[in-house]
């Protein structure tokens, strides 16, 4: 049941707005995000309505805290919150042991924190974290370092004395967080929200520098964190963990899930599990774009929970030494063959749910004249498709799936180029949303159109963008090497690889010091599969 929009009212205008980036949440009788992150309240203003009087937010320490959780569309409530809260002075200096210390949390606070917002409107940068800043002094720390380090040089090392002493203080500063939060944590002084708060400034600070073997245990544990304590039977108004905290976190896990979907980090009962509390139906009709793409993700994890518990390689016939012309799989010790059947229909119905629920918003944007809603549009229709084409095509026949989606590519390729040509000249090409790279490298090798796949090795290298988990440059330059490795001696006429030359086999070995990387490729020599030409190559990104 949709629950009743909540409307923000001017005589419900927080003191502590004007003082702080504090996103009130218009609870009565006082503020209780300022509550639960253990920051003061000063109070509403003069004006209450009448029979209501200010109480002392000390004494609603055990109170219950009430979530946040509106239906309005989350960007129209958004921005009207942004409009009445204004910041009139900078936050306390005495929080900061030093100007550095300042001077980077207002980098921080009056740019990044945007940045990092991303097109889809979200309070969780803008005020939850800079709320819990207040109270928490690991938080404080990472948020110092990442308003250190200029979103502008993530493509490289420091260029200039300037930047380098920037990045070494931004390094003494996350030094501190970690050593913060290892203290708290021993000391069990640490709520489970705050906890993932500072994970997620932690995660943001390894993908700025690529350590993708550190960000991905943290982003599993956080999350299965989260599940577990779901699975006890408590809800997220019980757990204290604004919704927004959990759609990063569902964000970050489709990320983990597309970098390495493999199961050999979970047991089969954890994949059930996860499965299981993940199952919702989704509305009829979508209220925003935001739920929208919650729901998409949504989708998506549970398609690669399902594909890591199924038992099957994924696509379960490229593991056959031939094309082959059957479109199920064969029983195997993990899932018969009429469960498999049945839960592929399960996840094609779902996705045309989701398509309906979604459609209605399209051609609403499509109308409106809002450039940024348009845009947030298209990205959706970009999304859709390409977890369309990665995670369900492959369960149609071999032939169709590798041969029969060019319509599909091809409206994917012109929605991507078009919002990477219209994109802002503000845009530095980091964001901690995957957007653009995950479709652009599926057209790369998850399908071998080799006019399409050369556009997107295009877009990759002419706009270079780290996503999360994913750097653009990187995968272009790989997709570059196995393209030329793939198409020797194929006619000009052929427009696809054909199946039987792609390479299914590859190895990477990432330096992110020195930002190379070390490819080896096994290529099939003739049509027998015995046959393989061993390739290896460096590139630089």
């Not at 709320?131 to 990442?146: D, L």
């Not at 200029?150 to 300037?162: I, L």
């Not at 569902?250 to 390495?260: A, H, K, P, R």
Request: glycine content about 4%.
């Amino acid at each position: 049941m949709p629950l009743p929009p909540i409307v923000a009212t001017g005589w419900t205008s927080l003191i502590i707005i004007s003082i702080r980036r504090v996103k009130c949440d218009e609870t009565l009788p006082v503020c209780q995000r300022c509550v639960k992150f253990g920051v003061r309240c000063e109070g509403y203003r003069d004006g209450l309505r009448k029979g209501e009087r200010k109480i002392d937010p000390r004494s609603t320490k055990d109170a219950p805290i009430a979530m946040r959780i509106s239906n309005q569309s989350p960007e129209t409530d958004f921005r009207t919150i942004v409009a009445s809260t204004a910041i009139c002075r900078a936050p306390p200096r005495s929080l900061f042991k030093n100007e550095q210390e300042y001077r980077y949390f207002e980098v921080f606070t009056s740019q990044i924190a945007s940045q990092l917002t991303g097109l889809f409107p979200s309070s969780l940068w803008n005020y939850l974290v800079l709320q819990a800043c207040e109270s928490n002094s690991s938080i404080r720390h990472a948020v110092i370092a990442i308003g250190a380090l200029d979103p502008q040089t993530w493509r490289g090392r420091a260029k200039s004395p300037e930047e380098n002493l920037r990045r070494q203080f931004a390094y003494n500063q996350y030094s501190m967080a970690i050593g913060d939060m290892r203290k708290a944590i021993s000391k069990k002084a640490l709520d489970l929200r705050t906890r993932l708060v500072a994970c997620l400034l932690f995660i943001c600070f390894e993908i700025y520098h690529f350590n993708r073997a550190s960000t991905v245990p943290q982003i599993r544990a956080m999350n299965f964190l989260i599940k577990d304590k779901k699975c006890e039977g408590v809800g997220s108004h019980d757990l204290k963990i604004d919704e927004e905290i959990e759609e990063a976190f569902q964000e970050l896990e489709t990320q983990s899930l597309v970098y390495d979907c493999s199961s050999s980090h979970l047991s089969q009962e954890q994949i059930l599990t996860c499965r299981q509390i993940t199952r919702k139906k989704f509305q009829q009709q979508f209220v925003s774009m935001r739920q929208a793409r919650s729901a998409l993700l949504l989708l998506e994890v549970r398609q690669y929970h399902w594909s890591g518990s199924s038992g099957y390689e994924w696509p379960w016939y490229l593991a056959s030494p031939t094309m082959g012309s059957t479109p199920d799989p064969p029983p195997n010790e993990y899932t018969s063959n009429e469960e498999w059947c049945a839960e592929r229909e399960r996840r094609f119905e779902e996705y045309a749910v989701w398509s309906n629920a979604f459609q209605p918003l399209l051609l609403q944007a499509r109308r409106a004249n809002d450039p940024d809603e348009l845009r947030r549009a298209t990205i959706l229709r970009a999304m859709f498709l390409s977890a369309y084409l990665s995670l369900m095509v492959p369960m149609l026949s071999p032939l169709e799936a590798y041969y029969g989606q060019t319509t599909k590519l091809r409206e994917l390729m012109d929605l991507i180029k078009s919002l990477l040509a219209t994109a802002s000249s503000n845009d530095s090409g980091f964001s901690m949303e995957m957007n653009f790279v995950v479709p652009l490298s599926r057209i790369c090798y998850r399908f071998r159109h080799r006019a399409l796949r050369q556009e997107a090795i295009r877009l990759l290298l002419s706009y270079p963008r780290r996503e999360g988990l994913f750097d653009g440059v990187l995968i272009g330059r790989y997709s570059q090497w196995l393209a030329e490795i793939e198409e020797e001696g194929l006619r000009d006429d052929e427009e696809y690889v054909p199946h039987e030359f792609v390479n299914t086999t590859m190895e990477v070995g990432i330096d992110t010091a020195n930002k190379t990387a070390k490819l080896t490729a096994f290529k099939n020599v003739g049509n027998d599969p015995r046959k393989m030409d061993k390739r290896e190559t460096v590139i630089r990104w």
